[in-house]
């Protein structure tokens, strides 16, 4: 079977039994014959028990990877390779001056700055140029190149082209990164089969209840996966804000791919780096704060994006990661599948298999019982990813979260599934800057 072929059967798959399956959640709430019930039923507890299993497992890997001692950062000047930092930008006059500053606060000798404007008609390159004249008294070798714009895969490819460092670090222009990032990430490069390191976001504009939920998103999920999946070398998105790379494996992979109508540039490149034979880790020290979508209908334009992008990923690289020689190739796609697409359609269907039994036979219990089963999962994570002091901040506001954004933004997943297989058209929406990065968390 062709890759094509094998990509259009992967995505009537897909579909059909995704339908199926939710279709089946809102039969477990019709009164149908006892058998059928039955057997929906317990179809939809072995799910639960699936879902549950997947989540212990990464609270475990996750649990053993924190827990390990962190690898030892060299003697001064023993080990100082210089790293490129490159930043893209569009239009980002709100948001540059504090993310500057912070890469020009950076505590490490040997770095530069290459700041490429992708076409920007707004004064970005303006405040970056008076910031590298007048605020940088370590004298950062700093970068400024502008192009015509090209979407942000291009500019940091043009970056890449200008990077002389051994290694590089791609950070968006909304993002704030940490002074001690630079030394976190690179102690992991001691390990000659890691690729990149994946960095721990934070929320920097905690300022109403919608950036709120996804402060709690990024400790009970993102960075929470991702932590898990660094125990087996197996990260499959390195997040936007903040991936530190090794230079080689970046030219083996040929860097990002340009395609404009692909909306997962950072997931397709972690993936092709897995797909080489690379490894690739996350370490929860090297943080980055970044401006949130602050209002419900931008977090839902960035969400359905980011998992059209998601599931574009897995169709363009599934066939070549299971027919590629080896079983991590094919743990790699398995991986890819479960955590990119299928264990959220599940996790939507249970609840949606509860609500209906809710809705049209009366039923409570197994709702209550799966939502206190999903809030004591949520609180042994919160405890893990944040700590006692951040686990009491936070806990008052997972009930509310699960049930009202969690859900929504799996509702949202379902939808970007449904017309990304029926190829609908799709474009880059920008998150409109608030300029709050200035005043955010700085830890």
């Known amino acids: 079977m062709t890759q094509s072929k094998f990509s259009s059967f992967i995505r009537i798959a897909i579909i059909v039994v995704s339908l199926t399956y939710l279709f089946l959640c809102l039969l477990g709430g019709l009164e149908v014959s006892y058998t059928l019930q039955s057997s929906v039923v ?3 507890i072995g799910l639960a028990i699936l879902l549950v299993l997947r989540h212990l497992l990464l609270l475990t890997s996750a649990w053993i990877e924190t827990s390990s001692p962190p690898a030892m950062w060299p003697e001064k000047n023993d080990w100082q390779p210089l790293v490129s930092i ?17 890469l020009l606060n950076i505590e490490y000798a040997h770095y530069e700055i290459i700041m490429v404007d992708d076409g920007s008609t707004d004064n970005t390159v303006g405040i970056v140029k008076h910031i590298v004249r007048h605020n940088n008294p370590r004298m950062i070798p700093t970068q400024v190149i502008a192009q015509g714009n090209g979407g942000k895969a291009n500019a940091l490819n043009t970056g890449l082209i200008h990077a002389s460092g051994d290694f590089v670090l791609c950070v968006d222009s909304d993002s704030r990164i940490f002074p001690d990032s630079l030394q976190k990430g690179l102690r992991h490069f001691k ?3 890691i690729a990149a390191v994946a960095g721990n976001i934070i929320v920097a504009n905690e300022n109403n209840l919608i950036t709120r939920f996804q402060q709690l998103e990024y400790l009970l999920s993102q960075n929470f996966i991702r932590r898990g999946l660094s125990l087996f070398g197996v990260v499959t998105v390195i997040p936007g804000p903040i991936g530190l790379f090794r230079k080689s494996a970046l030219s083996e992979a040929h860097g990002y791919d340009e395609d404009k109508q692909l909306f997962a540039e950072d997931a397709d490149l972690t993936v092709r780096l897995l797909a080489l034979g690379w490894h690739i880790s996350s370490d929860k020290n090297m943080k980055a704060a970044t401006e949130a979508p602050d209002t419900i209908n931008s977090i839902l334009r960035q969400r359905y994006r980011w998992k059209r992008g998601i599931y574009q990923v897995l169709h363009k690289n599934f066939f070549d ?3 590629a020689p080896g ?3 094919t743990l790699i796609a398995m991986m890819l599948a479960l955590e990119g697409f299928l264990f959220e359609i599940l996790g939507f269907g249970v609840t949606l298999f509860m609500l209906s039994n809710i809705i049209l036979l009366g039923e409570v219990k197994l709702i209550v019982g799966w939502l206190i089963l999903l809030l004591v999962l949520d609180m042994l994570t919160l405890l893990q990813a944040a700590g006692p002091y951040q686990f ?3 806990l008052p506001l997972l009930t509310l979260q699960k049930l009202t954004y969690t ?8 939808l970007a ?6 190829s609908s058209n799709m474009s880059w929406d920008k998150v409109e800057r608030t300029g709050t990065l200035r005043n955010g968390r700085t830890s």
Not at 407 to 414: D, K
Not at 417 to 422: A, Q
């Open 392 to 394: 009491l901040k936070w």
């Open 191 to 193: 390990n000659k089969r």
């Open 86 to 102: 490159i930043i893209p930008a569009y239009n980002e006059e709100e948001v540059i001056e504090p993310s500057l500053k912070s």
């Open 407 to 414: 859900l929504a933004l799996q509702t949202w997943s379902v």
């Open 321 to 323: 990661l299971i027919t």
């Open 42 to 44: 317990h179809f939809f």
């Open 417 to 422: 599934l449904l017309d990304e297989w029926r």
């Open 327 to 329: 079983h991590r190739y």
